[in-house]
């Protein structure tokens, strides 16, 4: 039987092979969320034919450089964070991409911007962006002011909406195929953990009758058997004499050779 820690190693182990097939996918993710790369370079034509309004690159970059796709579209994963180059060359992505390609290019035409981060979205502030349901300070929680990081619960914080757009998110695109694989990897495991303890429920019961049967039985021999044994007699020998039907030698009531020989 499984240890409660054992279990959920195992099914947190399961968990993890079935949304991160390559587990360094998830590893290179976490990587470039803490530190995103924003690369000018990777994006230096693209810049060049854009013109300086911070508004019309941020349409356009929407809007054709990075069309929408969640991360199970365009990685095959729940969550990843790309790098720059990934984004641009993926041609698609979610906020994630589209925030590393404008900040990208935005820097590259030296124009000031910063990454802003609420609960389930990320996007690129900059002089005269315009505050949206999705964008603005309300519902922020990370970002950097004034070249210093900084980390806060949100102004505006629903937990229906926030657990709506999680599932949204995470869960809805997720491949159907994938969502069966661990559904039932996840049931598998439970059904092995249950089957083990009544398996050992059972053994343990099987013991326990054993050791509440008379000694008798225990031992396996009448107590018939065992007081001629204590006498230093055998019971095969007794059972023998009595199936011929003549009372054992030496016990009551028995006859000599002599008397036998002689009436």
Known sequence: MLSRRALVFLAA??????????????????????????LPEAVTSMAAALPDDPRVVEAHVVGRLVPYAYDWQSAGVPWYFPTTEEAVAA???????????????????????ELRLSLNHIWVDYP????????????????????????????????????????????????????VSLVVGL???????????????????LDDTRAAAPPHRRAGRSPRCRQAAAGGRRCALDA?????GRPAIGSAGSVTPAEETHP
């Open 240 to 244: 023998t004499v009595r199936r011929a």
């Open 91 to 113: 041609g698609r992505g979610d906020c994630e991409s589209r925030a590393l390609v404008l900040a990208s290019i935005l820097t590259a035409k030296g124009i000031p911007n």
């Open 187 to 205: 049931l598998l495991v439970a059904l092995w953990n249950a089957s083990v303890r009544l398996m050992s429920a059972g053994r343990g019961a």
């Open 128 to 179: 005269g962006k315009r505050a949206t349901a999705q964008e603005n300070a309300a519902v922020q929680v990370a970002g950097v002011e004034d070249g210093r990081f900084f980390l806060r619960w949100p102004r505006d914080f629903h937990l229906g909406r926030e657990l709506s757009d999680q599932l949204a998110i995470y869960w809805t695109p997720a491949p159907v195929w994938r969502v």
């Open 13 to 38: 182990a399961w968990i993890l092979v079935s949304l991160y097939p390559d587990p360094g996918l998830l590893v290179r993710s976490v990587r470039n969320a803490v530190r995103p790369r924003i």
